[in-house]
């Protein structure tokens, strides 16, 4: 089936089966990997995109679902002369990143909290990660980062 949708700014047209999933077509098919595949259930947050701003599980999410609509990945973060967002580099200035397998969801995760929120309480900040598990961090660092992006970000 014919599937047309805007992927970092790029409209996409392609054929995909009616059974392959956004995590699919975006790794496989369009050969974006930043987006991890992690439990193929929906529960880690690994495969986090965001389609028309909203934080998705794309291991669950069907392809064809997305016709039309507007789909971020990881790779959309950065700008095009490679420069990290304030989100990316306070991730990396306060070591909210070891092993990295969960560092895209949890980028795209927080990237449409801070679009929708400039300055999430911490509550908040929780509440938008609750669907990203990371094993390796403990989170601390995670929330540390986020309060670093939103006050570079505020300065």
Do not use: W
Request: with cysteine.
């Amino acid at each position: 089936m014919q599937l047309e949708f805007t992927l970092n700014g790029m409209v996409r047209r392609l054929d995909v089966e009616p059974d392959e999933t956004l995590l699919d077509v975006v790794r496989e098919r369009l050969g974006l990997t930043g987006t991890k595949e992690g439990c193929d259930e929906g529960e880690c947050g690994a495969c986090t995109v965001l389609i028309d701003d909203r934080p998705v599980d794309s291991c669950i999410y069907p392809a064809l679902a997305v016709e039309g609509l507007a789909v971020r990945t990881v790779e959309a973060l950065s700008a095009p002369d490679g420069a990290l967002s304030h989100l990316q580099r306070a991730f990396v200035d306060r070591a909210a990143v070891q092993c990295g397998f969960c560092t895209p969801g949890l980028l795209m995760t927080l990237t449409a909290l801070l679009e929708s929120n400039q300055n999430p309480s911490s509550s908040e900040v929780d509440d938008a990660i609750a669907g990203n598990i990371c094993r390796c961090t403990g989170y601390s660092a995670i929330r540390e980062a986020v309060r670093r992006a939103v006050e570079e970000v505020s300065a």
